[in-house]
């Protein structure tokens, strides 16, 4: 989906919205997708984003059926004067494959096989201009670079080509501790996780445990410690392997597993529906000191909502092993990708969540590498996203100027043009 914001050239004298009118329709009547404008039917829910914190208005949504269509609107947005937004996918197992390898890609095989980027090969992508080109190792090698982390800044990609790996039946879900063990479990994880077989994915969080099966009644609203583990070698030794983890301090929920990776993909989907309140801070980290870990559990014992969490997700192994210049991800001597995320139905509970994750990530920062996963943030300005891209960002602005010299793609974590 694309959508494009009112930037305000839109209406005016009779005569300019007669000829609006009619390059609307003429745009519709060359789409195979939908075209949304306020009045319709449905733009309501077209309009709406996962975020129910984000609350826009767009003129004209124009939902693209194919390349066609996206080549369409981006000349329409282009030649109008309109603000033009991406809009990929969804989120949770379902989020959209679109945003989450364009900012990079983490996940339950980061450590097995890499970064989403890390294992994307091509992508066509419509340019600001119009055009539409493939981006691989012979064509566009440098628009291929800078998609692989550098976000939504250069096009709208059409499709991705992916290296593909084979992968079934996990041996994974989380185990849970009480959370006054909270400080001793962090230090075994912050040791455990470095020195782990690339096999097995172990992300740490601060939850609050859902009131409802399959969780046990006396665990149900008690915040916790946990470990979502994710084990990819060989079924038959994931026992033994997890020996050595359950024997460092027995967790009070043992949910680990033999389970279909889509299962576990989408294990937390009911938890998190669309239409909440999401407030995200995140950082990147490379060492957990007992000082931050102290920090953290003072911040995770206040999680202020059922559906408010923090995670550590590992971005060592597989994904430490491409340098930090190959890609437009820079932030690979990172341990960890932590984000801080505020969660709530109700949008009276804004000012709470929004309190809570920044209190918690100004304590923290101090102890941060720095820059953050752009896929994690919300709108922080121009000089976190240059610290977030390091010193891969010069490069990422000249490649901004060539693809999109007028800064047409804005509404991301924006890569500003040097010219
Ligand atoms: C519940 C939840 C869980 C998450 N878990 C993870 C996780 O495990 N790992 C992780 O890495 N991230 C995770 N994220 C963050 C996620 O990667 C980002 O929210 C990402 O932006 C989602 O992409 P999307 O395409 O679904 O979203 P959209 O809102 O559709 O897109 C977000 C932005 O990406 C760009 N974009 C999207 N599609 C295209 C395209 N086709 N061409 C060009 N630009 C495009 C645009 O700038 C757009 O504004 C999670 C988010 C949520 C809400």
Not at 45 to 50: E, F, N, S, W
Not at 307 to 329: C, E, F, I
Not at 357 to 386: C, I, Q, T
Request: aromatic share 10%; with cysteine; proline share 7%.
């Amino acid at each position: 989906m694309l959508e494009q914001e009112h930037k305000g050239q839109l209406g005016g004298s009779p005569t300019f919205a007669v000829l609006e009118k009619a390059r609307i329709e003429t745009l519709k009547a060359s789409l195979r997708g939908e075209l949304f404008q306020p009045d319709d039917e449905g733009y309501n829910a077209a309009r709406k984003v996962y975020n129910a914190m984000i609350d826009k208005h767009p003129a004209l949504i124009v939902r693209c059926a194919d390349v066609a269509d996206v080549i369409a609107a981006v000349n329409f947005g282009r030649e109008n004067g309109l603000l033009v937004s991406i809009r990929s996918g969804g989120h949770i197992s379902t989020t959209g494959v679109g945003g989450l390898t364009l900012g990079g890609g983490l996940g339950h095989l980061t450590r097995k096989c890499g970064l989403a980027i890390d294992n994307l090969i091509a992508a066509d992508v419509v340019l600001a201009d119009g055009r539409f080109v493939t981006a691989d190792e012979r064509h566009h090698e440098d628009l291929l670079w800078a998609l692989r982390g550098g976000g939504g800044n250069f096009g709208v990609v059409t499709s991705f080509v992916f290296k593909a790996h084979p992968i079934h039946t996990d041996y994974a879900g989380p185990m849970l501790w009480e959370l006054d063990q909270a400080p001793e479990v962090m230090k075994w994880y912050r040791e455990f996780i470095r020195q782990a077989p690339d096999d097995i994915n172990g992300f740490f969080l601060f939850l609050v445990v859902p009131p409802g099966p399959p969780f046990p009644e006396h665990l149900h609203n008690k915040k916790m410690c946990g470990v979502v583990w994710c084990y990819t070698g060989p079924l038959e030794k994931a026992e033994e392997t997890f020996k050595p983890i359950r024997g460092f301090l027995t967790p009070a929920l043992d949910f680990v597993g033999p389970i279909p990776h889509p299962a576990l993909q989408s294990m937390f989907d009911p938890l998190y529906p669309p239409g909440l309140q999401w407030y995200w801070k995140a950082d990147f980290v490379n060492e957990l000191s007992d000082d931050a870990i102290r920090l953290h559990v003072k911040h995770g014992s206040q999680l202020p909502t059922m559906q408010s969490s923090m995670h550590l997700y590992p971005v060592n192994g597989a994904a430490h092993r491409v340098g930090k210049n190959d890609t437009a991800w820079s932030y690979r001597d990172a341990t960890w990708a932590e984000v801080i995320v505020g969660v709530d139905p109700d949008p009276a509970n804004k000012d709470l969540i929004v309190d809570w994750a920044r209190k918690y990530w100004e304590d923290l920062h101090p102890y941060s590498a720095g820059g953050a996963y752009v896929n994690f943030m919300m709108e922080e300005g121009e000089e976190r996203v240059k610290a977030s891209y390091r010193d891969n960002y010069e490069r990422l602005a000249a490649i901004k100027s060539k693809y999109d010299p007028a800064n047409f793609f804005r509404v991301n974590q924006n890569i500003k043009p040097t010219t």
